[in-house]
């Protein structure tokens, strides 16, 4: 079941994050770190509304994070649509325990679906230069990879940028 994200869950969500970095990082990709993302990034996605979670049978295995609001980083891409009702993709995450099994696929059926009910005209994401499988993951769903963006307390590495026009 995916549901919104409640502040009580943070614990929980923070552990979540912190496996999906230490299992990042022992294969060589430095896209998460110990700062990021943070429990403040978490307690702003909830008190915003637009962090869900995935649960299987009770406990917290994915999460993603749903917004309307452009990140300055992202200003200087060539989106394909306009900046106009673009919903954003931010910490897409899935338990390492949990990975390979279809949950991904599931947050991104229904952050897109999300999208076509409230009428939005695109879905915007980015993903670490250095995670193929990411980037493969995105574009066997349709997105276009677009130019890089750079967040510095993540990585030195570059960020492609992705859009699906709906």
């Not at 299987?56 to 999460?63: N, Q, V």
């Not at 931010?90 to 325990?97: I, K, T």
């Not at 991904?104 to 999300?114: G, H, I, T, V």
């Not at 276009?144 to 570059?158: C, E, G, I, M, N």
Request: glycine fraction near 4%; hydrophobic fraction near 35%.
């Amino acid at each position: 079941m995916i549901r919104r994200a409640k502040i009580l869950e943070i614990p929980e969500i923070l552990l979540l994050t912190q496996a999906c970095a230490h299992d990042m990082i022992s294969r060589g990709i430095y896209q998460w770190n110990e700062s990021y993302p943070s429990e403040g990034v978490l307690i702003k996605d909830i008190e915003n509304v637009q962090l869900f979670v995935l649960t299987e049978a009770s406990k917290i295995i994915g999460i993603i994070a749903l917004s309307t609001e452009i990140d300055e980083e992202y200003k200087s891409v060539e989106w394909l649509i306009e900046d106009n009702r673009n919903l954003y993709v931010h910490r897409l995450a899935v338990h390492p325990n949990y990975q390979g099994k279809g949950n991904a696929r599931k947050l991104m059926d229904f952050a897109e679906q999300y999208a076509r009910d409230h009428a939005f005209a695109s879905i915007r994401l980015d993903t670490f230069s250095q995670n193929k499988r990411n980037q493969r993951f995105y574009e066997q769903r349709g997105y276009t990879r677009l130019s890089d963006v750079y967040f510095p307390k993540q990585s030195a590495y570059p960020f492609h940028c992705y859009e699906l026009c709906l």
